[in-house]
């Protein structure tokens, strides 16, 4: 069975800290990955995913994350937070050639301190 | 840019009653998907459209069922409401030719009293 693990339920920086969330997955077929975040009381929102090529991804709000497919593993970087940046992050995975429903890993609660 | 449109956004029902959540893709997306994410948990496949046929389903109650309408706008419709059914009700929409990438709706908030 498929499944993602996001290793920190909780990661609390400093403003202008940089920052790394962790994810890791599971599977024996070729995924698609992202990372979406969901601001208190919305939606989700994506950030990034990564398809194919380029293991390093760029995506919104000055987040990139890096496939290492010998790792499993897709973790979110970004080198320099702010307030803003205080929200829930979850990584996700889809499988190529499969269902195209998102399996979630728990989620990673960003909490970024002045 | 259009988005997915949900509602109601906000849903108060009592034990055993019944409720319909609605979900309006984004304009010429064909493929609809239902989540439910329960207070402090991850978002859980329930139930996913292509053209009006159910393409896949998760891990949704007998009690639910949910359909796919001609002009691709999708209903989940709830029974027997569950205190445990409370929870934040998210639809997604993509296109079947670019599945990777599914946008969410802000979601509906169901509280069972």
């Known amino acids: 069975a498929q499944s993602v693990t996001q290793l920190d339920s909780q990661v609390p920086v400093f403003e202008e800290a940089p920052v790394e969330l962790r994810c890791n997955y599971s599977?024996?077929?070729?995924?698609?990955l992202f990372w979406y975040v969901q601001y208190p009381n919305q939606g989700l929102q994506l950030l990034l995913k990564?398809?194919?090529?380029?293991?390093l991804v760029k995506g919104i709000n000055g987040f990139e994350a890096e496939f290492n497919k010998s790792q499993t593993s897709f973790h979110l970087r970004k080198p320099s937070v702010h307030i803003s940046d205080t929200a829930e992050y979850f990584c996700?995975?889809?499988?190529?050639?499969?269902?195209?429903?998102?399996?979630f890993g728990k989620g990673t609660k960003l909490t970024v301190n002045p | 840019a259009a988005g997915v449109i949900q509602s109601p956004r906000h849903l108060i029902k009592e034990k055993r009653e019944t409720a319909t959540l609605k979900c309006y893709p984004i304009?010429?997306?064909?493929?609809v998907y239902w989540y439910q994410q329960g207070p402090g948990q991850d978002p859980q496949f329930l139930i996913s459209?292509?053209?009006?046929?159910?393409?896949d389903k998760g891990s949704i109650p007998d009690r639910f069922s949910a359909q796919q309408f001609s002009d691709y706008h999708s209903e989940l419709n709830m029974s027997s409401l569950e205190l445990g059914d409370s929870a934040l009700y998210f639809c997604?929409?993509?296109?079947?030719?670019?599945?990777?990438?599914?946008?969410f709706g802000p979601g509906t908030r169901l509280t069972v009293l």
């Open positions: 459209f292509y053209e009006k046929m159910q393409s």
């Open positions: 990564y398809l194919s090529g380029s293991t």
């Open positions: 997604a929409s993509s296109l079947i030719v670019r599945t990777d990438t599914q946008y």
């Open positions: 996700a995975v889809s499988f190529q050639g499969g269902s195209e429903k998102l399996v």
């Open positions: 599977s024996s077929v070729s995924v698609y």
């Open positions: 304009p010429r997306h064909d493929t």
